[in-house]
């Protein structure tokens, strides 16, 4: 398995208070995502970084901030939370292998956070 | 509009019936197709990765083959500890992913 570990596991919250998501990796990849999981819209990607402190929008990044202060942790933040945030959290990684071809994104285990 | 669509939804297999899950896509210029594996409660398990139509990739009792505008993933003679929900990804510019939803397998012993 790669060596990808995020925090909290689980995470029970309420509307309007901030949260911040944390992925940390041992493999020294360049690339960190942050996708979320929902029932009929599979994993949709929130923010990505391409190296320290350099982070860009994906499909659904309202809502969200990231940031990268070091190439093993990567940040995701709730400012507010809202329901429609309770969701399935996913960090994955990847290293640039192949020029042309997009790299292979290995995944961590989850956070699994409510927003009541 | 879809990037990437995934099917059956849902298959139910008897232990050893062969079948192929679809995973049709419409992104140009393909850089790559993904297979993943996701067990309930777990983070996505990298299975495949297939560049160029022709091209297959083949684990165990997993095989994906790649077309021009589609992947298929054949598993042969599955077995209970195939269950799981699999997953096709597919980069729209660079890095950034577009995932189907996924075909959830259940084999029956």
């Known amino acids: 398995d790669a060596g990808i570990t995020q925090s909290p596991r689980h995470k029970v919250t309420e509307t309007g208070t901030p949260v911040t998501l944390r992925c940390h990796q041992t493999?020294?990849?360049?690339?960190m995502y942050w996708y979320r999981q929902d029932p009929g819209h599979g994993l949709r990607l929130i923010h990505y970084?391409?190296?320290?402190?350099?982070?860009d929008k994906g499909e659904v990044s309202d809502g969200y901030s990231v940031s990268r202060s070091k190439t093993e942790d990567f940040l995701l933040t709730l400012e507010s939370a809202t329901s429609s945030q309770t969701s399935v959290y996913f960090c994955?990684?990847?290293?640039?292998?192949?020029?042309?071809?997009?790299?292979?994104?290995?995944f961590g285990p989850g956070t699994r956070l409510t927003v009541l | 509009e879809d990037q990437v669509t995934q099917s059956p939804e849902a298959l139910r297999l008897q232990e050893g019936e062969s079948s192929s899950l679809n995973c049709s896509y419409t992104?140009?210029?393909?850089?790559?197709l993904f297979w993943y594996r996701q067990d309930p409660g777990k983070g996505p398990e990298f299975l495949f990765t297939?560049?160029?139509a022709g091209e297959e990739k083949e684990k165990e009792r997993l095989k994906a083959t790649l077309t021009k505008k589609e992947s298929f993933l054949h598993i042969t003679a599955p077995k209970p500890e195939d269950s799981a929900t699999y997953l096709c990804?597919?980069?729209?510019?660079?890095?950034?992913?577009?995932f189907g939803t996924g075909t959830s397998l259940t084999v029956i012993p």
């Open positions: 990804a597919v980069p729209l510019t660079g890095n950034q992913f577009y």
């Open positions: 994955a990684i990847s290293e640039p292998i192949l020029a042309g071809r997009s790299d292979t994104q290995y």
């Open positions: 297939l560049y160029s």
């Open positions: 992104v140009s210029g393909l850089r790559g």
């Open positions: 970084s391409y190296g320290v402190k350099d982070t």
């Open positions: 493999e020294n990849h360049r690339y």
